[in-house]
């Protein structure tokens, strides 16, 4: 029989036995764990990838899809707590990293497993995302809901199917994303002792880039923000670029503990 509940799993992508860092990503709306495949081959021996899998999409496309932020950072900060059980780490050294809505997710897996689960990462990235005190992705995609779903998905960065067949299979994951979104209440959270490093692009119409250096009143720890031209989805044409910055982080963080 299967679970009466959508579960969140983890989808290994590399398994190197030189690894001194675990880096866990979670994707951004509607994307699967497959988004984090060309990151595969930028990093270095020193750093494992860890994608997260979130029910209806990419290989678990055709499950139902998670309608409740609370509800999927709690699977997400499960799945990360059992898999540092499990299989620890070499030296202890893990980080977490998000884009966009899955940005959202990170940030808040990452206070619970802080509140709940007695461990939290080294370092949290968060990409395109706005800090808790600025209007939320939420409030953007309220503002456009008149426009259809084709506006809001260009502005999140997906194109439009010109298929019909991929129409369910692109949308279905999206519109859950959205939903999930809407109907969000945030927490007001205690800081963090993680470092944070913030990536954004400069011309993003749904995060102020000035905003992102606000991010630093949410940990004890140092921030780092980096900008990059482009939108919403800067990331997407400049995954070399971000990643080698990220392993800068992430190594910066690993030789200096906070």
């Known amino acids: 029989m299967p679970p009466p509940f959508p579960t969140v799993d983890l989808n290994r992508l590399t398994d190197r036995q030189t690894a001194r860092i675990r880096l866990y990503c979670v994707p951004p709306s509607g994307a699967g764990s497959e988004f984090f495949l060309p990151w595969v081959a930028e990093f270095s021996q020193l750093i494992d990838l860890v994608a997260v899998r979130l029910p209806g999409r990419g290989t678990r496309v055709g499950e139902p899809s998670i309608t409740d932020i609370n509800w999927a950072a709690a699977g997400i900060a499960e799945a990360i707590a059992a898999d540092l059980s499990h299989r620890p780490p070499a030296d ?17 897996a990452t206070h619970r497993l802080r509140a709940d689960l007695r461990t939290e990462p080294d370092l949290l990235a968060l990409s395109a995302v706005p800090p808790p005190n600025r209007d939320g992705l939420d409030d953007h995609i309220a503002r456009n809901l008149g ?13 439009e199917p010109t298929d019909d067949a991929l129409t369910r299979t692109v949308y279905t994951p999206f519109l859950a994303d959205a939903v ?18 913030v990536f954004g692009g400069n011309d993003d119409p749904m995060v102020d880039p000035e905003s992102l250096y606000e991010w630093s009143a949410g940990t004890t720890a140092g921030t780092r923000v980096h900008r990059y031209p482009g939108g919403h989805h800067y990331l997407r044409s400049q995954i070399p670029e971000v990643v080698a910055q990220l392993a800068q982080d992430l190594l910066a963080a690993y030789r200096n503990p906070a």
Do not use: N
Not at 147 to 159: K, L, N, R, V
């Open 92 to 108: 202890g050294f893990y980080a977490v990293f998000g884009h966009s809505f899955g940005a959202l997710l990170a940030f808040e």
């Open 180 to 197: 999930a979104l809407l109907q969000h209440t945030r927490q007001i959270w205690p800081t963090l002792r993680a470092r944070l490093s």
């Open 147 to 159: 426009s259809g779903i084709a506006a809001i998905t260009e502005i999140m960065g997906w194109e």
